[in-house]
């Protein structure tokens, strides 16, 4: 195991750290780790282009339990909240050019708009959303040492709220963020209510915020 795995392992293991979600898939081994070098150039991007891809490949969205791909940078980890919220769109905006170069399509019942509330990231042809942790993070729950984006499986979440069980979860998350910080995160949004690519940076926005992804054209 490497040593950005095993912090990470660690940070989700730690006692305040608030998603039970995560701690479940953690304690499951049911968490992907790939290691990308510097978050805001382009280096790392088709290794990881291809673990996600990897990762989609093997979900098992009938699971009763979370799995998700965690990738986490080597720096920089001085970046305040702005530089990683920069950083993670060029990451996620550079993930969608490729691919497209593939000549993958986005993902069935979500949105490629990311002012829609129905937005959500495609890889692959699997929907994602993105959790940003980061040094800089104002709010405890996304500090963590190491930039680092979360991919988590749309479907699966999806699934988990149909059958009730991401509504309890949810509410425990809740109470033990509001626990550890003081308050519930404020960017917090039901799904269809407004765009989730507001929460994927961790930063507090105002209503004047646009968020600088642009989907491009499928390749043919």
Same mark, same amino acid.
């Given at each position: 195991?490497?040593?950005?795995?095993?912090?990470?392992?660690?940070?989700?293991?730690?006692? $305040?750290?608030?998603?039970?979600?995560?701690?479940?898939?953690?304690?499951?081994?049911?968490?992907?780790?790939?290691?990308?070098?510097?978050?805001?150039?382009?280096?790392? $991007?088709?290794?990881?282009?291809?673990?996600?891809?990897?990762?989609?490949?093997?979900? $098992?969205?009938?699971?009763?339990?979370?799995?998700?791909?965690?990738?986490?940078?080597?720096?920089?980890?001085?970046?305040?909240?702005?530089?990683?919220?920069?950083?993670?769109?060029?990451?996620?905006?550079?993930?969608?050019?490729?691919?497209?170069?593939?000549?993958?399509?986005?993902?069935?019942?979500?949105?490629?708009?990311?002012?829609?509330?129905?937005?959500?990231?495609?890889?692959?042809?699997?929907?994602?959303?993105?959790?940003?942790?980061?040094?800089?993070?104002?709010?405890?729950?996304?500090?963590?040492?190491?930039?680092?984006?979360?991919?988590?499986?749309?479907?699966?979440?999806?699934?988990?709220?149909? $059958?009730?069980?991401?509504?309890?979860?949810?509410?425990?998350?809740?109470?033990?963020?509001?626990?550890?910080?003081?308050?519930?995160?404020?960017?917090?949004?039901?799904?269809?209510?407004?765009?989730?690519?507001?929460?994927?940076?961790?930063?507090?926005?105002?209503?004047?915020?646009?968020?600088?992804?642009?989907?491009?054209?499928?390749?043919?």
């Amino acid at each position: 195991m490497s040593d950005l795995q095993s912090r990470f392992e660690a940070f989700i293991a730690s006692k $305040d750290f608030p998603c039970v979600g995560a701690k479940a898939a953690s304690a499951r081994k049911t968490i992907t780790v790939i290691e990308g070098q510097d978050i805001t150039a382009s280096e790392s $991007d088709v290794r990881v282009h291809e673990g996600l891809h990897a990762f989609g490949r093997q979900l $098992d969205h009938e699971a009763a339990f979370v799995q998700s791909c965690v990738v986490v940078y080597r720096g920089p980890c001085d970046l305040d909240e702005v530089g990683f919220e920069n950083a993670l769109w060029r990451r996620l905006q550079r993930l969608h050019e490729l691919d497209r170069t593939a000549g993958h399509a986005w993902a069935k019942g979500v949105s490629d708009d990311p002012a829609s509330p129905h937005f959500s990231m495609s890889l692959g042809g699997n929907a994602f959303f993105v959790v940003g942790l980061h040094p800089g993070a104002s709010r405890p729950a996304r500090r963590f040492d190491h930039p680092t984006l979360v991919f988590n499986s749309h479907e699966q979440f999806e699934r988990l709220r149909a $059958d009730g069980r991401f509504a309890k979860m949810q509410k425990v998350i809740r109470e033990r963020d509001r626990a550890l910080s003081g308050t519930i995160n404020p960017m917090l949004a039901e799904f269809g209510r407004a765009s989730e690519a507001r929460q994927y940076s961790g930063r507090r926005l105002g209503p004047e915020w646009r968020c600088p992804f642009q989907p491009r054209e499928q390749a043919r």
